[in-house]
Structure formats: C-alpha cells, structure tokens
C-alpha cells in the first residue's frame, strides 16, 4: 500500500490550503484513513479520519469547525479542506492508514505572514 500527500505550501493566516492522499495498492472501502501532522519540536498529532465505506468522520478540538475531510472511492482519495489557517497549523501533515501501519511521506503547511 502507497500513501502520498500533496498540496502543502505557504499561506497567510485566515486563507486555505487543500491537502489531497492519494491511496494505492488496496481498495480503500474497509479502511480508516487518517490526516495527522507534526509540528517542530512536538509530538506527532492526529487531526481527523474519515472510514471509507460509512463515512463516519473524526476531528480534533484543536480542527474543528475549520477542517473538512472528505473521501472520493473511486478516485482512490482522501482529501482535507482547511480553512482560516492559523500559524498554530505550521506542520508537515500526513495521511495513514492506522490499522495497517501504513504512512505517506508528508507535505509542508507553513502559515506566515
């Protein structure tokens, strides 16, 4: 199973970024699939899962109500729509798969003025 993320980049506070994970190697339906990211110096956070086949969705306090995740199946994606970014959100952010320990390289979201 192959997992990449992409979409990071740098943005002012308040705008948006759009991370999409890119899912390969197994048909995601009976999958948990996760967002979680690390900033410098912390420990690794998980930040919200959606379950491919119901839906059911999770977000952390520290997203909710700016982050939306969403899954398309049969494009084999899981993407996060963040929202009035905040230079807390500065991490590399990355998708896995919990229950498979499996992991994507991450992607870069620097929020700065």
């Known amino acids: 199973v192959q997992l990449q993320a992409s979409g990071g980049g740098l943005v002012q506070p308040g705008g948006s970024l759009t991370l999409t994970c890119a899912v390969s190697?197994?048909?995601?339906?009976?999958?948990?699939i996760g967002w979680f990211r690390q900033a410098p110096g912390k420990e690794p956070e998980g930040i919200s899962c959606?379950?491919?086949?119901?839906?059911?969705?999770f977000y952390a306090d520290s997203v909710k109500g700016r982050f939306t995740i969403s899954r398309d199946a049969a494009k084999s994606t899981v993407s996060l729509q963040m929202n009035n970014l905040k230079p807390e959100d500065t991490a590399v952010y990355y998708c896995?798969?919990?229950?498979?320990?499996?992991r994507g390289q991450g992607t870069l979201v620097t929020v700065s003025s």
């Open positions: 190697g197994l048909t995601m339906n009976h999958y948990a």
């Open positions: 959606i379950t491919i086949d119901d839906g059911m969705i």
């Open positions: 896995a798969i919990p229950s498979l320990g499996a």
